[in-house]
């Protein structure tokens, strides 16, 4: 297995990651939702990939140069015979910032290159002209930064996105208020806010943070599931396994006997 990783510091807040990814022999990832979207430039073909909109006769990795993964709320699982993908793993946000796009509406699902650039070949040639990495991951972090809509709707939604992480921090000292109460807008205004820039309510925006953040909890084999629920802002060890369950497909101690080295991402 191959992985190189760069953080791209000049779009902090809106790009976590520009990564390529090589495995040499046949295999099977099950990805759980990890609350960001996706470029991916599929390099190998996938053979097979399933969620909950999509089905292998809807493979976007065998069929365009490039597409726009959205975020995801259940397992993205894929097959491969040799998996080779360049990619580069944002925030929600960054789909409105960077498209003009609202979020919702590639929910679970995923959207072809060509509609979201208009300079494919261009993408296309410098993914493979360029031969060093971390070369090819500037070049794309130059390029991305030189699309950003920088308008005050991004800086709003990104102190939302901090104000939803620190009421979740607030819950674990027991804290009564709903998410409502702490973002400042109206409700009609808040669910149009969340569902354009996050992809979901804030509610469910908030719930899937919290399984996020959980799911790396689990990874400490001294935390107890009544710990894990605690520390996340879960009323209960019953509330944490069912949204778990809501997100991931199983069980937090069914995850614990499968999970690798990596939160979220499982083989087989």
């Excluded at 999509?54 to 040799?82: I, W």
């Excluded at 308008?151 to 009564?176: C, M, Q, V, W």
């Excluded at 107890?224 to 369950?245: C, M, P, V, W």
Aim: charged share 20%; net charge neutral.
């Amino acid at each position: 297995m191959k992985l190189n990783a760069y953080i791209p510091s000049k779009l902090t807040g809106i790009v976590d990651l520009i990564w390529e990814h090589e495995m040499y022999v046949p295999g099977s990832y099950a990805i759980l939702p990890s609350g960001k979207v996706e470029i991916i430039f599929p390099i190998n073909p996938v053979k097979q990939i399933k969620a909950v909109k999509m089905s292998s006769a809807d493979n976007p990795v065998n069929s365009f140069p490039c597409f726009l993964s959205g975020l995801h709320t259940r397992p993205l699982k894929m097959t491969f015979e040799r998996f080779h993908t360049f990619g580069i793993q944002m925030k929600p946000v960054a789909v409105k910032a960077l498209f003009g796009m609202p979020l919702c509406e590639i929910r679970d699902y995923y959207i072809e290159g060509t509609l979201v650039f208009d300079t494919i070949n261009r993408l296309e040639d410098k993914l493979y002209t360029i031969d060093n990495f971390t070369d090819r991951a500037k070049w794309f972090e130059n390029f991305l930064l030189s699309k950003i809509d920088e308008t005050p709707d991004l800086h709003n939604a990104i102190h939302l996105d901090a104000t939803i992480k620190n009421f979740i921090l607030e819950k674990r000292h027991g804290s009564a208020k709903s998410v409502l109460d702490v973002m400042g807008y109206s409700r009609t205004q808040t669910y149009r806010l969340f569902n354009e820039w996050f992809g979901l309510s804030a509610h469910s925006y908030q719930k899937l943070l919290q399984f996020i953040s959980a799911t790396e909890s689990l990874h400490n084999p001294a935390l107890k599931l009544t710990d894990i629920a605690f520390e996340n802002g879960f009323y209960d060890q019953s509330h944490f396994i069912r949204t778990f369950q809501e997100f991931a497909g199983m069980t937090p101690g069914e995850y614990r006997r499968q999970m690798t080295g990596l939160p979220g991402l499982l083989f087989g």
